[in-house]
Nanobody, 116 residues
């Protein structure tokens, strides 16, 4: 059973950086979509950054120019580099994969807190 394990969250001051990692516990060949989402208390879970087949990336307008999603095949991880963090970036961040055939897998989430 493939699992996703996020790490790298924490407390950082505004303007700082964090790098989130999502470890995929088994090699999965048929990944159609990889994404990082975030959810603050009382809010819906929103897509922050995605990486699709062919290396196509997409970002929410609120993080464009500050966040970068990448995949490290050698380490079987998906990363989210977050720079110039703002208090409004405070959320629980989730990694998710979608496989060909439509199966979606979620990680357990990692807390990111940005202080002003």
């Amino acid at each position: 059973q493939v699992q996703l394990v996020e790490s790298g969250g924490g407390l950082v001051q505004a303007g700082g950086s964090l790098r989130l990692s999502c470890a995929i516990t088994e090699w999965v060949r048929d990944i159609y979509f990889m994404g990082w989402y975030r959810q603050a208390p009382g809010n819906e879970r929103d897509l922050v950054a995605s990486l699709s087949t062919g290396g196509i990336t997409d970002y929410a307008d609120s993080v464009k120019g500050r966040f970068t999603i990448s995949r490290d095949n050698a380490k079987n991880t998906v990363c989210l580099q977050m720079n110039n963090l703002k208090p409004e970036d405070t959320s629980v961040y989730f990694c998710s994969l979608v496989l060909y055939g439509g199966r979606r897998i979620w990680g357990q989430g990692t807390q990111v807190t940005v202080s002003s």
